[in-house]
Each structure stands twice: as structure tokens, then as C-alpha cells.
């Protein structure tokens, strides 16, 4: 009987866990209890289960998971990207709010073309998620190695300073944790 891929990867480990899986357990439970906000056991092992059940149905039915490196650089990245994010979601917050209260509103929306250097599936789609939840800006599609943006502000329509000005902020930490 042939020894499917996932299982051969068990195998050479040692581990019975699916690949993948002790990390996205780890993101899922931190997250859980940053939403929480509390250490209390029911909390904690409500969070317990739910990470456990959604860590192996997403680790043992997608391969997304498995290139997926847990290292100190990965952890300060993926911290590093946190912040970078949060900066760029304050910007685009303030920015909006100059549009909403400016008397006469200056803006010249449009779909820009933007390449992206990522290669795997889970980070090209955090790249395209952080896009997306800054507001201004919006993916419209993926397509091989670009992404197509619509712009509240198209400040310019060159695909290299486009990238630079919208992908630019979050693709150096997202390359160095999902590659």
C-alpha cells in the first residue's frame, strides 16, 4: 500500500501531528486569547479545543500549512509584520478621515497593477488580506505573480512604484515568515 505524502512526512518527523499543525495550533490559541482577554480556565480550555479542531482540519486537509517554519526569525517577522500592519491601518484610517471632512473631496480612484514576489499560497493571501482590510485600498484579483488593486488615491500607475507604495510596507516581513 503506498504511503500518501503527509504521512510519509509523519514518518520521516517522528511526529504523529500533521505538518503544520504545532504552528497554525500556536497562532490560533494566541489569538484566541488576545480576543479573550482572560486566562480563565473555561476560556482556556474552550480555546484549547477549538484550536486543537481547527488546527488539524486546516493542517491535515491543505498543504498551505506545511512549508510554514517555526524559528525565533519567523516569530520576530511575523511580530514585526504585526506592527507594520497596524501602522499602515492607522494611516489609511487617518487618510480616510481627510477625505471624509474635507470640504471639496480630491480623490482619483482606479485599478492598479501590482507585482508580488511572494511564492506561497498562505503568504500571497496574507499580503492580499492586509491590502484589502487597509481601507482605500481593495484586491480586485490574483493573477500569477500580480495583484490587482482598485486605489481610492491612484497616485501613481507605474506597476514598480505601485507595488512599492501599497505592497511594499507588509511584503518584507511576510517573505521572511511564509516565503
Known sequence: ???SSAEDRRQRTGSSLPAGFTGLWLLLFSLWLIFN????LPILATGVVAATALAWIFA?????WHDVRL??????????YTGV?????????VNMLRYVYSPRIDIHPGIVK???????PIGRLALAN????????????????ALYVHWLDVRTTDIEQASAMIAGPFEKHLGRVFG
Do not use: Q, W
Open 1 to 3: 500500500m503506498p504511503v
Open 130 to 145: 492586509s491590502i484589502a482590510l487597509t481601507p482605500g485600498s481593495l484586491v480586485m484579483d490574483v493573477e500569477e505573480d
Open 60 to 64: 491535515t486537509r491543505s498543504t498551505v
Open 71 to 80: 524559528t525565533p526569525r519567523t516569530f520576530y517577522h511575523f511580530l514585526a
Open 37 to 40: 482577554s482572560s486566562l480563565a
Open 114 to 120: 501590482i507585482r508580488i514576489r511572494l511564492r506561497s
Open 85 to 93: 500592519f497596524c501602522v499602515e491601518l492607522v494611516k489609511a484610517n
